[in-house]
């Protein structure tokens, strides 16, 4: 076997570990489910079919930080693969799946340097995605696909010494599903994975009239509803639970203290669940906690780097001042 197949081979599947994440599914989704308010972790609306309805949110026009997002990394890869150097780097994607706007900063990127591309995920089906799209695209560039959670497929891409300096991108404003507390964990977490040299690219979506928020996460068409219930439905295929679709409601709320953006299922009457063997009563109205997406003012962004314990190196926004990409470096000190 030539040895680059070799080092693009995923690290050796560890069955123990998937087997470890269905037993915290349906842990979590019942922890949730008997807490109150009741509530369901955002990061499982993510199966195959929630990974489309996502994709289809994207192509909403309510929904603008893929646009945002796009305008910014068109106008900016070039300083931001100028910010990486010139030597070998690999650009580390968390959750992005090689999707459009990570195409535009690779485009500027591959050919002119050695590069690789280390998508990480938990889904195989994404991971074949996003390393399909990026071969067909750029053979030149290799693709190192790691198979896990974030934190150990950094830890597993930072002991390749060949992968020279890393670009680590958490895009599209995933990092909003996380409170500002656990965004800071997560960041000094990552950093701890990196070397000086390297740098992350993420994005943030910033506040704005609550008007537009609003829309973007309660859309005309009804896709971000079909995302939001999605999730019963997986529980209904997953967890063998019996949740009735047309007894919930998608609802999404503004909370300017946070600030964020909300998204609950709402009961639409008196109905009990059964999930996993366990009966679960809701009220009229009661609701479900499904999602969290912050957005961050553009003053906050230089604590929020402090904070994480990395040290800003450029922050670029999108002409309405929507979104933003913050490029930081992991450096050497620590906090
Ligand atoms: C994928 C987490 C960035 O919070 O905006 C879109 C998910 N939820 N519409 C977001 C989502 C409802 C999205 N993120």
């Given at each position: 076997?030539?040895?680059?197949?070799?080092?693009?081979?995923?690290?050796?599947?560890?069955?123990?570990?998937?087997?470890?994440?269905?037993?915290?599914?349906?842990?979590?989704?019942?922890?949730?489910?008997?807490?109150?308010?009741?509530?369901?972790?955002?990061?499982?609306?993510?199966?195959?079919?929630?990974?489309?309805?996502?994709?289809?949110?994207?192509?909403?026009?309510?929904?603008?930080?893929?646009?945002?997002?796009?305008?910014?990394?068109?106008?900016?890869?070039?300083?931001?693969?100028?910010?990486?150097?010139?030597?070998?780097?690999?650009?580390?994607?968390?959750?992005?799946?090689?999707?459009?706007?990570?195409?535009?900063?690779?485009?500027?990127?591959?050919?002119?340097?050695?590069?690789?591309?280390?998508?990480?995920?938990?889904?195989?089906?994404?991971?074949?995605?996003?390393?399909?799209?990026?071969?067909?695209?750029?053979?030149?560039?290799?693709?190192?696909?790691?198979?896990?959670?974030?934190?150990?497929?950094?830890?597993?891409?930072?002991?390749?010494?060949?992968?020279?300096?890393?670009?680590?991108?958490?895009?599209?404003?995933?990092?909003g599903?996380?409170?500002?507390?656990?965004?800071?964990?997560?960041?000094?977490?990552?950093?701890?994975?990196?070397?000086?040299?390297?740098?992350?690219?993420?994005?943030?979506d910033?506040?704005?009239?609550p008007?537009?928020l609003q829309?973007a996460y309660?859309?005309?068409?009804?896709?971000?509803?079909?995302?939001?219930?999605?999730?019963?439905?997986?529980?209904?295929?997953?967890?063998?639970?019996?949740?009735?679709?047309?007894?919930?409601?998608?609802?999404a709320t503004f909370d300017?203290?946070r600030p964020a953006m909300e998204s609950?299922?709402?009961?639409?009457?008196?109905?009990?669940?059964?999930?996993?063997?366990?009966?679960?009563?809701?009220?009229?109205?009661?609701?479900?906690?499904?999602e969290i997406s912050c957005k961050?003012?553009?003053?906050?962004?230089?604590?929020?780097?402090?904070?994480?314990?990395?040290?800003?190196?450029?922050?670029?926004?999108?002409?309405?001042?929507?979104?933003?990409?913050?490029?930081?470096?992991?450096?050497?000190?620590?906090?």
């Amino acid at each position: 076997m030539p040895n680059t197949a070799l080092r693009s081979a995923p690290p050796p599947p560890e069955p123990k570990h998937r087997a470890e994440r269905m037993a915290r599914f349906r842990r979590d989704v019942l922890a949730g489910l008997s807490a109150r308010p009741r509530s369901l972790p955002s990061l499982y609306f993510y199966d195959a079919w929630g990974s489309r309805l996502f994709q289809r949110i994207m192509a909403l026009p309510e929904y603008y930080p893929t646009r945002c997002e796009r305008e910014i990394l068109e106008r900016h890869s070039g300083r931001i693969a100028a910010s990486i150097g010139g030597g070998p780097a690999t650009v580390v994607d968390l959750g992005e799946d090689a999707g459009e706007k990570t195409r535009v900063l690779l485009s500027r990127l591959a050919g002119s340097r050695c590069l690789a591309y280390a998508p990480v995920d938990v889904s195989p089906a994404a991971l074949r995605e996003a390393s399909a799209r990026v071969r067909r695209e750029w053979p030149a560039v290799e693709v190192v696909p790691v198979e896990g959670e974030y934190a150990e497929g950094l830890r597993w891409l930072r002991n390749r010494e060949e992968n020279g300096t890393l670009l680590v991108l958490f895009l599209g404003s995933n990092i909003g599903n996380l409170e500002r507390r656990q965004a800071v964990s997560f960041l000094r977490e990552l950093r701890l994975a990196l070397r000086p040299r390297d740098q992350v690219l993420v994005g943030l979506d910033l506040v704005k009239d609550p008007i537009f928020l609003q829309r973007a996460y309660d859309d005309a068409a009804g896709v971000t509803a079909a995302f939001n219930l999605n999730l019963l439905a997986r529980l209904n295929r997953e967890l063998g639970a019996d949740f009735d679709l047309a007894g919930f409601q998608h609802r999404a709320t503004f909370d300017p203290a946070r600030p964020a953006m909300e998204s609950w299922l709402v009961s639409r009457r008196q109905q009990t669940a059964t999930v996993a063997g366990e009966r679960f009563t809701f009220r009229a109205g009661e609701a479900i906690h499904t999602e969290i997406s912050c957005k961050y003012r553009e003053q906050d962004l230089a604590h929020l780097a402090w904070e994480s314990g990395f040290e800003e190196v450029g922050r670029f926004l999108d002409s309405r001042r929507w979104f933003a990409d913050v490029l930081w470096r992991a450096g050497g000190g620590g906090r």
